[in-house]
């Protein structure tokens, strides 16, 4: 449960408060209005957490804010859009241990609305981006398949569009991330093991 902070500038580490959650894994993170949320993941055998905590840099202070009204997961997606933070998917111990429910956050009212599900198969250990204001999602793993199909979601008419295939190997825990006009996927584990793919959008 330790947190770190990188300062590119000097190349140091610092640590910072640490979560005050239960230790865990396969946690998923949003950030908004300079803010960071850390929500669910593995903390053990199953039920998994739906606790939803805020990180505050400017005071190095962690709240705990209004729990996922759901099943807790492991590995859902997260991503933040249009000043709302939103968790899908993940595995929530269902009888095939995926899902596809998404979730909206809003940090004004401190509450969740469910939106429309994420499409495809039911996964777990997928991913997300933002690019321009629109997010992406796809990847992951349904236990049995490595998944490669990918979508952008609209959360004005709360609506997915399938969009390319990733173009590498369908992947397990994947990293992914935004910079500029361009979205970027790679790593993570595949029906080879470990892999150093890397791919941009």
Do not use: H
């Not at 610092?14 to 865990?24: I, N």
């Not at 004005?156 to 994947?174: H, K």
């Amino acid at each position: 449960n330790d947190l770190w902070a990188y300062d590119p500038a000097a190349n140091a580490w610092t640590q910072e408060t640490s979560f005050p959650g239960s230790g865990r894994s396969y946690p998923s993170v949003f950030v908004l209005n300079n803010k960071a949320y850390v929500m669910g993941g593995c903390d053990g055998p199953a039920p998994y957490p739906n606790d939803l905590w805020e990180y505050d840099p400017a005071t190095n202070s962690w709240e705990q804010k209004a729990s996922l009204p759901a099943a807790g997961r492991s590995g859902p997606i997260a991503f933040a859009v249009f000043g709302k933070g939103y968790i899908g998917g993940g595995n929530d111990n269902s009888s095939d241990l995926n899902s596809t429910d998404l979730w909206e956050w809003n940090p004004a009212t401190d509450s969740w609305t469910q939106r429309a599900d994420v499409p495809g198969l039911s996964r777990r250990a997928a991913n997300a981006f933002v690019v321009n204001n629109i997010p992406y999602a796809g990847s992951g793993w349904n236990g049995s398949t490595y998944l490669v199909d990918m979508y952008s979601y609209n959360p004005f008419a709360n609506s997915w569009t399938p969009i390319a295939n990733f173009g590498g190997a369908g992947a397990y825990s994947p990293v992914a991330f935004a910079i500029g006009d361009t979205g970027y996927m790679g790593t993570g584990g595949t029906s080879s093991g470990a892999t150093s793919q890397f791919w941009e959008y």
